[in-house]
């Protein structure tokens, strides 16, 4: 097997004796130190305001205009723009979800509607927000483009009854999104 | 009204009472000096540790004001009346740096409280003892590594001694003539605490970490008294509160500028000091588990070394023993080489001559703080800088570098000593 021999490097006598490196560590270190505490650290940039080093003061300060598009936050239901909810209750997110916090109750769409064809509509949709772990499987598995995570972060429920969220809430937070998803159109 | 005073003078008069109500002070305030310390130290060390990382650290953990709400004021900002109140409009600089100083939503403490609400966090856990450690020894343990810093604290002077009409108080608590041995030999006692704990947790993990800090320990501690004796040498006493009497007078050890120092002899004699400056001072981060010598805990190859077993409040008592012996060993080093309670350039006699000896006292006890504060600082600056040393590293460096050089070193003071006068 093919190897590469690695060449220590040569100490010289001062360097073995350590305490010069030692002095410039502590520089190195105090300079850090006094930059903090003047408000110049660097790569400070736009990042903070105010403050002491690269940091945000998180209540205060946050990075809601920085999330990515791609941010991983909260599991919602979303409305097509005809206005009719996409979830048909297939269950797939409910069976692939890893930490098990989704609950699908299915039931059946009225048959005077405009998407009677699909048949089935989810009666009660529960996600567990103390289960979720965020990792988007449900949204990657669903046929109907009807869960996606949204950039929500901040969730604090005040008890473990008030972590679940039903049908109603999921779909007022996952609003509308474009692009119309033709299949359930009974005159397609 | 008098007939206290004359109670309090008869009590005073007696000279065992006169020494009983004096020493008891002298401990309720060292006592008083080392926790607030160890507190003090945990929150400079968080501070510290996040500028030097370019973070703010524990910064918050004000007292909000919404707490007011919850007990029925119905002012949900009280500052704007205050600035009402005094008249100051609500942009003028004052407004702004109260602002910014958040007193319009808490009443800040800097992060100050942080390391008591740590502790009362602690205090609030839960206490498990797993079912296989040997119980006896694994309570004694926490005890035993946060006494022994506590009673070597004993003869650290924090400031001269005072006449007063009933007698003389110096300031120690024990005036003993064997000031550094004791220090030493009670130190040395808080690595039992080490070994019971992790021996008596009955797991590996904490066993290699009490092992370790056994092996540490007796190495490091050899040249630990070695180093020392140069500055005995020149000294010529043991006694703490003598050596820094003498370094009031004629120049701090470190930094000879004023009466005897001046002397072409203890300037030659710096060098043999410095290097027991540096010998000293990293046997006493060794002794304190301090990084870069924190093999006994590095939770890299130990989890969380001989206290991994521990909780709540046990594992508390070790935390603190550690800070303590952090403060201890900062005490130590600033009484031998910096000076002590002195207040330095002969400063000393002249507060005490134009000010009084109360003055004096307190002077030197704020010299004394600030000198303490200042070698914690630098205590915790280097845990920041340096990386942990590998063990084998630690045991040649203590028996195969210091301890050669500390012996070397006593000769070249002895020989600084005898050939120049």
């Known amino acids: 097997m093919a190897y590469i021999s690695v060449k220590r490097p040569k100490f010289s006598l001062l360097d073995r004796l350590y305490v010069v490196e030692l002095v410039k560590g502590l520089g190195i270190t105090f300079k850090h130190l006094a930059l903090s505490l003047v408000g110049k650290s660097r790569g400070k940039g736009d990042f903070s305001k105010e403050g002491v080093g690269v940091c945000m ?16 936050g909260a599991p919602t239901l979303v409305r097509g723009e005809d206005g009719r909810e996409r979830c048909v209750s297939c269950q797939l997110c409910e069976f692939i979800c890893p930490a098990r916090a989704i609950k699908v109750t299915p039931g059946s769409v009225d ?19 103390l289960r979720c772990i965020y990792c988007g499987m449900c949204q990657e598995v669903c046929p109907e483009q009807a869960i996606f995570l949204s950039k929500e972060y901040l969730i604090t429920p005040q008890d473990r009854k008030d972590a679940v969220r039903n049908k109603e809430t999921l779909y007022r937070l996952g609003g509308t999104r474009k692009g119309l998803v033709n299949k359930w159109n009974q005159y397609k | 009204m008098t007939c206290i005073c004359n109670w309090w003078n008869d009590l005073m008069s007696n000279p065992i009472w006169f020494y009983l109500i004096a020493t008891i002070l002298k401990l309720v305030l060292m006592f008083a000096v080392i926790l607030a ?12 540790a996040g500028w030097i990382q370019d973070r703010p650290g524990p910064n918050r953990a004000g007292l909000p004001l919404f707490l007011l709400e919850r007990f029925g004021s119905k002012q949900k900002q009280p500052l704007k009346d205050v600035l009402h109140f005094f008249g100051i409009p609500e942009t003028s600089w004052i407004a702004k740096l109260c602002t910014w100083l958040r007193f319009d939503r808490e009443i800040p403490t800097f992060g100050l409280i942080q390391p ?5 966090k602690l205090f609030l856990k839960q206490e498990f003892t797993p079912s296989y450690v040997r119980k006896a020894y694994f309570i ?11 009673v070597a604290a004993a003869v650290i002077p924090f400031a001269s001694s005072v006449e007063t009409a009933y007698g003389t108080i110096s300031m120690c608590v024990a005036n003993l003539g064997i ?22 947790s009955n797991s590996k993990f904490p066993f290699l970490g009490g092992l370790r800090a056994t092996a540490q320990l007796i190495s490091y501690e050899v040249s630990m008294g070695l180093s020392v004796i140069p500055l005995l040498m020149m000294f010529g006493t043991l006694n703490l509160q003598e050596i820094v009497q003498f370094q009031a007078d004629n120049g701090w050890t470190l930094l000879p500028l004023w009466g005897e120092g001046l002397s072409l002899q203890r300037w030659a004699m710096l060098a043999p000091l410095a290097l027991s400056f540096l010998i000293f001072v ?11 010598f924190d093999m006994a805990e590095c939770e890299t190859d130990l989890v969380g070394g001989y206290h991994t077993e521990y909780s709540s409040m046990k594992f508390a008592s070790f935390f603190m023993g550690e800070y303590a012996a952090m403060v201890i060993g900062s005490a130590i080093v600033v009484t031998l080489f910096l000076g002590g309670w002195s207040i330095g350039f002969g400063a000393d006699a002249w507060v005490a001559a134009h000010c009084g000896p109360w003055w004096a006292v307190t002077a030197q006890f704020c010299m004394f703080l600030i000198k303490l504060l200042a070698f914690i600082f630098f205590f915790v600056w280097v845990r920041w800088t340096l990386p942990r040393f590998r063990w084998d590293q630690v045991m040649k460096l203590g028996w195969l570098v210091f301890l050669e050089l500390a012996v070397a070193n006593i000769f070249l003071a002895a020989a600084v000593m005898y050939f120049i006068q």
Do not use: H
């Open chain 1, 111 to 129: 048959e005077n509607s405009s998407c009677a064809k699909q048949e089935k509509a989810p009666a009660e949709f529960e996600i567990d927000m």
């Open chain 2, 179 to 200: 000031g550094p041995l004791w220090i030493f030999a009670v130190s040395g006692l808080s690595v039992y605490g080490l070994t019971l704990a992790g021996w008596s």
């Open chain 2, 282 to 292: 990293t046997c006493v981060f060794a002794e304190a588990n301090r990084t870069p």
């Open chain 2, 116 to 120: 008591c609400l740590d502790g009362g």
């Open chain 2, 140 to 150: 004694v343990a926490p005890m035993l590594v946060l006494g022994p810093p506590m």
């Open chain 2, 37 to 48: 310390f160890v507190v003090l130290s945990v929150w400079i060390e968080r501070r510290v």
């Open chain 1, 57 to 72: 003061q998180f209540p205060e300060e946050r990075w809601d205009a920085r999330l990515p598009e791609y941010y991983r």
